[in-house]
């Protein structure tokens, strides 16, 4: 490249800052060539390095599957994960229903919603007696209540 193009062409400062700084010429010979202050050629390269994506600002990258069926995934610069579009049809999904996440540990556990519902049932069946409704118990507790309430 010839200096002397760059800094005599109809670029824009700014441009000629950028130009002549891909060719590997200093900051502060890119001032003196152009005329201008180190602190103007600085600004100029500063602020385009900050416009420029860093490799935590982009998005995360497409999973990659591993064996056993498992997923590779990325955190993304807001600690968004990008799910596969396969994973989320074998859950059900369809956009906009929420996904249960469950952590254990390290680990995270991706539900569809229907699953979490079945879990939470099972759960309640371990608990609860064979024969005894929930329902009936609640209505006859607040009966109690009411009555205690009432009469004293």
Do not use: C, W
Not at 136 to 141: A, K, T
């Amino acid at each position: 490249m010839n200096v002397q193009q760059v800094v005599s062409s109809p670029l824009s400062v700014s441009d000629k800052i950028r130009r002549l700084n891909e060719a590997g010429i200093e900051r502060a010979e890119i001032a003196r060539l152009l005329g201008k202050r180190y602190q103007h050629v600085r600004n100029v390269l500063e602020a385009d390095r900050l416009k420029r994506p860093s490799r935590k600002e982009t998005a995360p990258s497409e999973a990659r599957p591993l064996p056993g069926g498992a997923f590779r995934l990325e955190v993304g610069p807001r600690g968004d994960l990008l799910v596969p579009a396969a994973l989320l049809d074998g859950l059900g999904l369809s956009p906009g229903e929420a996904v249960i996440v469950q952590t254990g540990g390290e680990q995270l556990t991706l539900m569809s919603g229907a699953a979490s519902l079945r879990r939470a049932r099972a759960l309640i069946r371990s608990i609860v007696p064979d024969g005894v409704s929930l329902s009936d118990s609640l209505i006859e507790d607040r009966r109690r209540e009411t009555e205690i309430d009432g009469n004293g």
